[in-house]
């Protein structure tokens, strides 16, 4: 079956530290990846995508996710945090599939950036 | 500005009554999602739709229907028959790479 994993419930990172926010996928051939961040009541903001090409995209606020095919991964990372930085974030893949637009999504994992 | 405008904001059902959420986007797409969000449990999928006059289940249909009459347009109504409605709930529509959300609706049953 195909599956979008966040190892991670929560991540803590000091204020200014980089950060880290883990994501793989079980996906048989090149799905297109995404991050989206969700803040309290609110919903979910597009970050960034990777469809081909460079493997280090760059996205809005700073972030940026490394997609590694081999480990079927798809990380996202900040170097310095900001404490505006915490919020829930997902990881969506979706399948390469003609015809169809669904996506599948991660659990989420909730950042906490301490001042 | 495009988007998509998910109304109203909060809504309270009583036991035992439909609720229609609204969701309205103009980005011209053709499929538009309908998503429950519980705590801890991520996004699961209601129905979808990818034209007009057409839609699928999701993951999570029982207790609720959709319908898709305009391309703008994708209510969702929760019906008796969903027994624990209360939640988070998220429209979205998507272009060929990339996926809008609406700002979401929380339905709280009283």
């Known amino acids: 079956a195909q599956s979008v994993a966040q190892p991670e419930d929560q991540v803590n990172v000091a204020e200014g530290n980089p950060l880290t926010v883990k994501c793989t996928y079980s996906?048989?051939?090149?799905?297109?990846l995404f991050w989206y961040v969700q803040y309290p009541n609110r919903g979910l903001q597009f970050l960034l995508k990777?469809?081909?090409?460079?493997?280090l995209v760059k996205g809005s606020y700073g972030f940026e996710a490394e997609f590694n095919k081999s480990q079927t991964s798809f990380h996202l990372k900040k170097p310095s945090a900001l404490v505006s930085d915490s919020a829930l974030y997902f990881c969506?893949?979706?399948?390469?599939?003609?015809?169809?637009?669904?996506?599948?999504f991660g659990t989420g994992t909730r950042l906490k950036v301490l001042a | 500005d495009g988007g998509i405008t998910q109304s109203p904001k909060y809504l309270f059902r009583k036991e035992g009554q439909n609720v229609t959420l609204s969701c309205e986007q103009n980005?011209?797409?053709?499929?538009m999602y309908w998503y429950r969000q519980d705590p801890g449990q991520g996004l699961r999928l209601i129905y979808y739709?990818?034209?007009?006059?057409?839609?699928q289940k999701g993951d999570i249909a029982e207790g609720y229907s959709v319908s898709r009459e305009k391309k703008e347009s994708f209510p969702l109504t929760v019906t008796s028959a969903q027994k624990n409605p209360t939640a988070f709930y998220l429209c979205?529509?998507?272009?060929?790479?990339?996926?809008?959300f609406g700002q979401g609706t929380r339905l709280t049953v009283v």
């Open positions: 979205a529509s998507t272009s060929s790479t990339e996926a809008f």
């Open positions: 996906v048989s051939g090149n799905p297109y």
């Open positions: 990777y469809i081909t090409g460079d493997n």
């Open positions: 969506a893949v979706r399948p390469p599939t003609s015809g169809t637009y669904k996506y599948i």
């Open positions: 980005l011209n797409h053709d499929a």
């Open positions: 739709s990818q034209i007009v006059n057409d839609f």
